[in-house]
């Protein structure tokens, strides 16, 4: 088969529920695609209402036992879990490559970073440390203690098929909580891969379950069940807006982490070539589709043409093709729909009067292969200046001053990644400040990585994941006012 993992038990069909591998209870089944090829990889069940309910009832069931063990306990355990992902780097990786696209060199590595979530909240699962006020009367002492939130939920996409995952689990279990997960349709088989070994890594039965099928009924039962106390969700404004408003009459709690619109802004005095090498690999990873791709270029007057010249030389060099070949630079886009956006934002753009300079079209490879594209001189009316494209087109508009390169970048009702080229350090300091954005790349265009928090503001969420505050989405916190 297309698989050929060396680990054949890590390519599961079914999901995983109570610490048991299960078919939809109606027998149906959803089928996997390779995006590379339009192979049918396999197929996961198509699960509903009734199976997430069951998985939830687990959850609540495992929550008093995990909870009760000590922090070293459950970071031990994440401990190990953590190790068997980097020990199955390889199966992990090709196997997110056949259902993703995305070169496996990335896979790779996203799996690295998917399992650095892991090791971190393992470690400071240990550090949920508490506080003491002093009292306001004589006879009164305050303590504040954090305690698990119980049974979470987490819906994830296919972008990332494992970093997702465990961003989430990683502090939600750590912390203490139970949680059940909703992988995207398109990419099951890496969840269900990493919860195999999750459990081989010792994690009680109940305490993490996969629940595949239907988007819409998992996610109500998801939203309506009181046993779930927080949900987590990571992909778009609408969707996370839609699961908001499911879990208000149950004042559930939300973090969401939803769409972008990257601002990248070159400044006259930026270094150009790390400039267009920081741009290159904000803008062209995973073929576009992260949240935080840079999705608008802005370059100052005096440098715009030498950037432009410098941009399109390096977007000549990118290869094309199945990620599974070595050199692949861009694999497919993740299916038709995905290509058909790109090709509309390119098409808005050239009828207002911006300039095709590479790429374009639909790639000879054919299915959603798509040509890394740039286009110059966009008006900033264009579509692709308000909307997240999420595929491999890199506009460039023009700019003035630092006030005109600020006010665009911030005309967006997302708030997530930005980035900016600039050697003054007093036009560093005011431009990041200014900036309306949960994330400032400055000079680079790689942000991400798990000691630092990751999240939005305005459109683009709620709530930060990563890093020592990442843990405190799955915190309550506990006032003990004593009297003496
Ligand atoms: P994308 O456009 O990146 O696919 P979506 O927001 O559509 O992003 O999907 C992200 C995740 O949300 C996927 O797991 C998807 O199945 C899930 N999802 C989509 N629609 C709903 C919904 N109505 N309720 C709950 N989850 C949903």
Redesign the pocket.
Known sequence: TAMQLKDTALFRQQAYIDGAWLDADSGQTISVNNPATGEILGTVPKMGAAETRRAIDAAERALPAWRDLTAKERSQKLRRWFELLMENQDDLGRLMTLEQGKPLAEAKGEIAYAASFIEWFAEEAKRIYGDTIPGHQKDKRILVIKQPIGVTAA?????FPAAMITRKAGPALAAGCTMVI????QTPFSALAMVELAERAGIPKGVLSVVTGS??D???ELTANPKVRKIS????T???A??MEQCAPGIKKVSLELGGNAPFIVFDDADLDEAVKGAMQSKYRNAGQTCVCVNRIYVQDGVYDAFAEKFQAAVAKLRVGNGLEEGTDIGPLIDDRAAAKVREHIEDAVAQGARLVAGGQAHQMGGSYFEPTVLVDVPDSAKVAKEETFGPLAPLFRFKDEAEAISKANDTEFGLASYFYARDLGRVFRVAEALEYGMVGINTGLISTEVAPFGGVKSSGLGREGSKYGIEDYLEIKYLCMGI
């Open positions: 819906i994830t996409p296919w972008n909703k992988p995207a349709s988007a819409g998992i996610g109500n969700f990571t992909g778009s609408e969707v996370g839609k699961l």
